[in-house]
């Protein structure tokens, strides 16, 4: 299977989004995600969540440095970095308040493999095992990277309508 860049794979998803606003009624340490739609297009920031040796799960704010190049001439030149293959993409639709129950029992599950998450609809809150929950909107971007046999986090659909995702990996 022929590999694209993992930028162009997210890129494509997020630029189809557009920006929805979030809201999660849920205590302390609750976040919005790091604004990752900069003014600067040479720099992007998204959200990774990782596991430690001890299989507990963070989160952590990544940004890329992007460089000017001829990418698709004729058209003019856009801003690329953070090249890293990917050998596969797919969509995920989820029903609405999907997770909720999880996250009432606690239930934590690690991902099926290290991907990004590109969120196209809903309105999303993940929690890791360390405590902190951030709400993810339309357009945003997560790396996962908390495979087995980590503890992992707890995500749920907070919208009243199905959500959906793109998964590049």
Not at 35 to 64: A, G, I, K, M
Not at 83 to 94: H, M, R
């Amino acid at each position: 299977m022929r590999k694209m860049p993992l930028f162009l794979a997210i890129t494509s998803a997020a630029l189809l989004s557009a920006g929805g606003a979030a809201s999660l009624d849920r205590p302390a340490k609750v976040q919005n995600v790091v604004e990752s739609r900069s003014n600067d297009p040479s720099r992007y920031t998204y959200t990774r969540l990782y596991c430690t040796p001890d299989t507990e799960t963070h989160f952590q704010d990544v940004t890329v440095d992007l460089t000017k190049i001829e990418f698709a001439p004729p058209a003019p030149p856009i801003y690329i970095g953070g090249k890293l293959p990917a050998s596969s993409a797919f969509f995920g639709g989820f029903d609405p308040h999907w997770g909720a129950h999880d996250l009432e029992a606690r239930l934590n599950h690690p991902a099926p493999a290290a991907q990004f998450v590109t969120f196209l609809a809903g309105v999303w809150s993940i929690t890791t095992t360390d405590g902190e929950t951030r709400r993810f909107r339309q357009g945003d971007v997560l790396r996962v990277e908390d495979t087995s046999p980590c503890k992992g986090h707890i995500t749920v659909n907070t919208s009243d309508k199905p959500g959906f995702i793109i998964f590049a990996r």
